[in-house]
C-alpha cells in the first residue's frame, strides 16, 4: 500500500487504513505526491498492483471482480 496526500500525520492514517481493513504488509508513503504523479495517478483511491520484481502490472481496478483478477494475476505470477 502507498498512500498520498495525507495532510496531517500520514503515518498514522496509513497504519490506521490499514488495520480497518486488515491489510498485512508493507505500508509506503508519498506524502508529495511525486510517485502518484509518475504513475499518471490523479485522484484517490486508485489500486496499483507491483509484481515481486516491482514491476506495475495494475492500475486503477476498483470493483472486487477486478481486484480478485488482479491478484489472482500477481499469484500466478509467483
Known sequence: MINVWESVDAATEARNFAAVWGLDGTVLLDETGEY???L???GVPT???VDANGVVR???????D???TA???????S
Not at 58 to 64: D, E, L
Not at 71 to 77: H, P, S
Open 71 to 77: 491478484v489472482d494475476a500477481l499469484l500466478r505470477q
Open 36 to 38: 502518484a504523479a509518475q
Open 40 to 42: 499518471g495517478i490523479h
Open 58 to 64: 495494475t492500475m486503477g481496478a476498483t470493483r472486487p
Open 47 to 49: 489500486n496499483v498492483f
Open 66 to 68: 477486478e481486484l480478485n
